[in-house]
C-alpha cells in the first residue's frame, strides 16, 4: 500500500464501511454515488485487495476490508486533529447597535445572520442612538452602529467609515383618541400647534432631537421640554402613555398599546440612516452586514426618496448621495 494514500479514499472507504450501503454513504459525504464507487474502486487498486463484496441486496466488508477499517479510522483521526491544529481561530463576535428589535438596523442584521449562518457570531446591542453610540464605536468599545452621521462632530466623523443604508419616512405616534389619529396619514402642517417628543434631553438621541428641530422650525410644531434618558422599549412605553405624548418617530417603529403610528406627508420628511464602523475594521461579519445592506436597500428602493415633495437637510442629502 503506498504511503501516500490520498485521505478522500480513506474517508469514503469508512463511510461505505460504516453504512454498508453506497447510496447514504454518498449522502453523508455530498458526493454522487458513481465518485464514491470510483473512490473505491482506486483505493483497492492501490491496497491490492478488494475491500467489499457487493450484491443486489447488500454491500459487506471482506476480511481485507475488515484488516483495513482500523488503520483508516486511526489516519482520519490524525488528519482531523493536524486540520484542527492549524486552522484559523474563530473570529471574535462582532457587536452591532440595532437600536431598537424593530427597524432598519435590525432587518439588515438578521439579513446578515442568514449570510453568515453559524460562521460569525453578530452579537446585538440596543443604544438609543448614534449620538451616544459613536464614541464607543470609535473607540472599539462597539463595532458597528446605525444613525445618522451628519450631525456627529467632525472629529469623531474623521474616525469612522460608512455606508448609506435607507431614507426612512418619517412618523408620528400619536393616542388614539387624538384627532389626527383618524387620519391614515398625516400632512405636516396639520401639527401646527401640537407638541411632539423627539428625545429632547437624552444626549445619546442628539441626531434625532436636531433632526426634529430642523423639520419643526417655522411650521408651529413645538418640541416637547427636556426629559431624562428613557431606557428601554418597556420603560419608554411607560413614560409615553403616562405624560400622553404624540412621539415624532420613524415608519418602523416599536408598537405601543393605546396609540397608532401615522407617516407624515406633504412633505415626507426623511429620517437619514447610515450603519457606521471604526476605520480600519476588518471582520467577515461587518462583510456580511454591508453586503446585507445593499441587497436590502436594493432590494426595497431604501435609498431612493419618495415620488412625492419630500424633505431632508442638505448636509444629510449630501451625506446620503442624494439630490435635495
Do not use: C
Request: glycine residues 6%; positive net charge; aromatic residues 6%.
Amino acid at each position: 500500500m503506498p504511503y501516500d494514500t490520498d485521505p478522500r479514499l480513506l474517508r469514503a472507504f469508512t463511510a461505505v464501511a460504516e453504512e454498508l450501503h453506497f447510496t447514504r454513504a454518498a449522502a453523508g459525504l455530498h458526493v454522487a454515488q458513481q465518485a464514491l464507487s470510483r473512490a473505491i474502486r482506486r483505493l483497492e487498486r492501490e491496497v491490492g485487495a478488494t475491500l467489499f463484496v457487493r450484491s443486489t441486496r447488500q454491500v459487506a466488508l471482506t476480511p481485507d476490508g475488515q484488516r483495513l477499517l482500523p488503520y483508516a479510522r486511526r489516519v482520519l483521526s490524525a488528519h482531523d486533529e493536524l486540520a484542527a491544529a492549524f486552522r484559523p481561530a474563530p473570529e471574535r463576535p462582532l457587536l452591532v447597535d440595532v437600536r431598537a428589535p424593530v427597524g432598519t438596523a435590525h432587518r439588515v442584521l438578521a439579513a446578515a445572520r442568514e449570510r453568515v449562518a453559524d460562521s460569525v457570531e453578530l452579537v446585538a446591542r440596543f443604544h438609543s442612538g448614534l449620538a451616544g453610540a459613536a464614541a464607543e464605536v470609535a473607540d472599539g468599545r462597539l463595532d458597528v452602529s446605525f444613525g445618522r452621521i451628519a450631525a456627529l462632530p467632525a472629529a469623531v466623523r474623521a474616525r469612522l467609515s460608512h455606508q448609506p443604508v435607507r431614507l426612512e419616512r418619517m412618523a408620528v405616534l400619536l393616542p388614539e383618541e387624538h384627532p389626527l389619529a383618524a387620519r391614515p396619514a398625516v400632512p405636516l402642517a396639520q401639527l401646527a400647534g401640537e407638541t411632539l417628543y423627539a428625545g429632547a434631553g437624552n444626549p445619546r438621541t442628539a441626531e434625532w432631537t436636531e433632526l426634529a428641530a430642523r423639520l419643526f422650525e417655522g411650521r408651529g410644531i413645538a418640541m416637547a421640554a427636556p426629559f431624562p434618558e428613557i431606557e428601554g422599549s418597556q420603560e419608554f412605553v411607560r413614560v409615553v402613555r403616562k405624560r400622553g405624548w404624540s412621539v415624532l418617530a420613524s415608519e418602523e417603529f416599536i408598537e405601543v398599546p393605546g396609540m397608532v403610528l401615522r407617516p407624515l406627508v406633504e412633505p415626507v420628511p426623511l429620517s437619514p440612516v447610515s450603519m457606521v464602523w471604526r476605520r480600519g475594521l476588518r471582520h467577515p461579519g461587518l462583510d456580511a452586514l454591508r453586503a446585507a445592506a445593499r441587497e436590502r436597500a436594493a432590494r426595497h428602493g431604501w435609498l431612493t426618496p419618495p415620488d412625492d415633495a419630500w424633505w431632508l437637510p442638505e448636509a444629510d442629502a449630501q451625506t446620503m448621495g442624494t439630490a435635495a
